[in-house]
Nanobody
Framework: QVLLVESGGGLVQAGGSLRLSCTAS????????MAWFRQAPGKERNFVAA????????YYADSVKGRFTISREDAKNTVYLQMNSLKSEDTAVYYCAAYRGGGVTLPAGYKDWGQGTQVTVSS
């Protein structure tokens, strides 16, 4: 059974930083590309960032480019999302997911999801 557990969310002022972590179990982590999505209240789940299985390539939504950085540490089965220069519009529940196939930026391409961690940015 695949288990993804996110942590690191919280309340931060605009302009501040947070680092999210997602630790995986039940899968061969080093073989999987991983991604972060986010979902604001009443809105659909949107792609934030992804990293390939070998860490060789990363992908970002236009809205977070230059502010967010995705990375991975295979020895700890963990993927990170460093979020800098946070804005109120970054407020959402953030989910990590393991890529299974199809479009990298589409939720349908991911089968396993964490429970999410809340990020709230106050202006």
């Amino acid at each position: 059974q695949v288990l993804l557990v996110e942590s690191g969310g919280g309340l931060v002022q605009a302009g501040g930083s947070l680092r999210l972590s997602c630790t995986a179990s039940g899968l061969t982590f080093r073989s999987y590309s991983m991604a972060w999505f986010r979902q604001a209240p009443g809105k659909e789940r949107n792609f934030v960032a992804a990293i390939t299985w070998n860490g060789g390539s990363t992908y970002y939504a236009d809205s977070v480019k230059g502010r967010f950085t995705i990375s991975r540490e295979d020895a700890k089965n963990t993927v990170y999302l460093q979020m800098n220069s946070l804005k109120s519009e970054d407020t959402a529940v953030y989910y990590c997911a393991a890529y299974r196939g199809g479009g990298v930026t589409l939720p349908a391409g991911y089968k396993d999801w964490g429970q999410g961690t809340q990020v709230t940015v106050s202006s």
